[in-house]
């Protein structure tokens, strides 16, 4: 598999992939420079990705949605937060309402990227996590009782 | 793989409503559906303070908030733990457990975009 390497971290609230790729690095780094690249591993097949906004500069977005079986979107968006093609990618991974707009109160989980040079083809390593404990938990929550939370803030704008 | 467990985990919310009881998805529903015991609710992941000092927090009587709390431990979102005269407040118990199924989440994810990835470069493909 792909997946050569996972390393998780408990107390960090981390997890490291390493993957070998039989391509070069610049290959490997369009995957994500390229939306329409993009496209198509960001999503499973099931839920195809379309990427909106592709800014791949410190500050940047990058807004997408996800179209589930019966057609229900699911949007996030990354910013940027460094960049170093096409050996380094940092952005931060939101919950987004329908116009991209990482929602208030949804947790933001980190990702770091690596591309190098590896034994004819590329190295990557990701790093994902959470920046802290509490960042984590919200996650959980939300990744439980998600739909409940939706469910409910619409329940709230009703009620007012 | 990939793809059914990401199917899973993007269908995860909708299986673990489903899973439940009704009269346990009502009760998430009643203990959810108030600001004050999300705002609860997000306090006691971060720390465990009394149900006293929750109560200095909002402007409302001790009976009150201690209501509140009742309400999110009938639905299983808060476990309350007597410490001398204290009561304690978390949100759930096993913060390790909910720590591994966050990174069981972040992994599941990756690893099928990562298997994609490759696909996506594998010669004739890309």
């Known amino acids: ?160 | 793989m990939s793809s059914t467990d990401e199917d899973i985990r993007l269908t995860y919310n909708k299986m673990v409503v489903d899973e439940l009881p009704d009269e346990a998805v009502d009760a998430l529903f009643h203990a959810l559906a108030d600001p004050t015991r999300r705002d609860i609710l997000r306090r006691c992941a971060a720390a465990e303070p009394s149900v006293s000092r929750l109560a200095d927090v909002y402007p409302m009587s001790f009976a009150a908030v201690q209501k509140h709390v009742a309400v999110l431990e009938r639905a299983g979102l808060v476990t309350k733990e007597r410490n001398g005269r204290e009561q304690r407040v978390r949100t759930d118990a096993g913060a390790v457990g909910r720590a591994r199924q966050a990174l069981d989440q972040l992994e599941t994810t990756w690893r099928g975009r990562v298997d994609r990835m490759a696909d996506v470069l594998a010669p004739g493909t890309g």
Do not use: N, Y
């Not at chain 1, 408990?10 to 490291?16: E, G, M, S």
């Not at chain 1, 990058?62 to 229900?72: H, L, V, W």
């Not at chain 1, 690596?114 to 996590?129: K, Q, V």
């Open chain 1, 1 to 160: 598999m792909t997946v050569t390497c996972v390393e998780r971290d408990d107390d960090d609230l981390t997890i490291t992939l390493i993957a070998d790729f039989d391509a070069p690095v610049d290959q490997v780094w369009e995957l994500w420079s390229d939306p329409r690249k993009l496209e198509r591993w960001l999503g499973p097949p099931s839920h195809p990705a379309s990427v909106e906004k592709h800014d791949l500069s410190p500050g940047g977005e990058i807004t997408f949605f996800m179209t589930g079986p019966e057609g229900a979107r699911s949007w996030g968006t990354w910013r940027v937060t460094a960049v170093d093609p096409p050996a380094a990618l940092e952005f931060t991974d939101a919950f987004a309402g329908a116009d991209g707009t990482p929602m208030a109160d949804m947790p933001v989980s980190e990702v770091r990227l690596r591309l190098a040079e590896h034994g004819g083809g590329t190295r990557m390593e990701m790093r994902c996590g959470f920046g802290s404990r509490e960042e984590m938990e919200r996650w959980v929550s939300m990744g439980t009782v998600e739909g409940l939370q939706q469910a409910v803030g619409q329940m709230d704008a009703l009620l007012g």
